[in-house]
Each structure stands twice: as structure tokens, then as C-alpha cells.
């Protein structure tokens, strides 16, 4: 049809104006964000020490294990409110976040022989896996990464206008 060649032409016109600059900047801006520690602040996982409080000791999940992460880059809050429960495999799993968090005493690196200095971190990620209601399994644990920024926002005092944002929607 006439009306949807004219739509693609005007496509071609359009990405034309952007010229190589788009092209050369699109591509590094991809290079950039490779997924890989994009937050330098810790390097933490799902396993153990971290998974000290979930129940089984299961692993904590990504989408916990990166909001801890995110809460650490920013070292906040010191104290979340509030509290969550949520039923898990036939029990109740609730959690306070009305405690401190330390984020000065919270190392940024495992090196297999201090477990004891990640309890903070390990209760972090329990709380916020009760908070994005974790599906807890011995073969992985998920969540709704947009249960993430509920949780932020609601028990952590992270803005309302946090939100989530997709690798191509990163600018240059």
C-alpha cells in the first residue's frame, strides 16, 4: 500500500539525517553496557555467604542479589520501613525492614574466607526477597524484576520516579 511505503520512506529519510555520529554512537553505547559489573560498588552472587537467610539456603535470586547491589552503589537507605509477608511452598515468609543497614561494614568483595563480615549483606538479600515475593527453589530462585522498584520505592524510600530501564533505551 501507498500509505505504508511513504511511512518506510520517511523511516529511511529520518535515519539518513542521523547520519554515521548515530551509528558510531549507538554502537559504543552498546559496547559500554555489556551486563558486565556496569556497578563497580560490589561483586557479590546468590550463593553462599549471601543465601545465609533464605530459607533452604537457597540462592537469592538476581533480581535480589541486583537491587542489593543497586542499595549499595547508593548506600541507602540507612534504615528501610515497613514489612512484607508473602506465602512461599505451603509457609509464611515475612520480613521487617525497619533495622539499620550498614552499608560501611558491608565488604564489596567475597574472598571465600569471611563469611561472618556478609550477614549484613546476606540479610539484605532475604529482605528484599521477601520484599519482590522470591520464588524460592533448590534449582534457582526468581522474581518480577518490576517487583524491584515497588520494593525500592515502597520499604526503601527510593523515588517514585525510579524506574527500570532496558539496555536499548540507555542513550550515549
Known sequence: PDGLKDLLKSYERQIAALGDNYVANQTATRAAFTGEKLLKT??????????????????????????????????????????????????TL??????????????????????????????????????????????GSGAYIGNLVTALQKYYGYSKLSHLMAIEDVGA
Not at 550463593?47 to 537467610?53: E, G, L, Q, S, V
Not at 548506600?75 to 515497613?82: D, L, Q, V
Not at 549483606?121 to 524460592?136: F, I, P, R, S
Open 42 to 91: 560490589a561483586e557479590w552472587n546468590q550463593m553462599a555467604p549471601f543465601n545465609k537467610y533464605t530459607p533452604n539456603n537457597y540462592v537469592t535470586g538476581c533480581v535480589a542479589t541486583a537491587g542489593a547491589i543497586v542499595m549499595k552503589h547508593h548506600g541507602y537507605p540507612a534504615k528501610g520501613t515497613g514489612s512484607h509477608s508473602y506465602t512461599w511452598n505451603g509457609q
Open 94 to 139: 515475612t520480613a521487617n525492614f525497619g533495622h539499620d543497614y550498614d552499608w560501611a561494614s558491608m565488604p564489596a568483595k567475597y574472598d571465600g574466607t569471611n563469611d561472618a563480615d556478609f550477614d549484613g549483606v546476606a540479610m539484605l538479600m532475604a529482605d528484599l526477597g521477601v520484599a519482590v515475593e522470591m520464588k524460592y527453589d533448590k534449582d
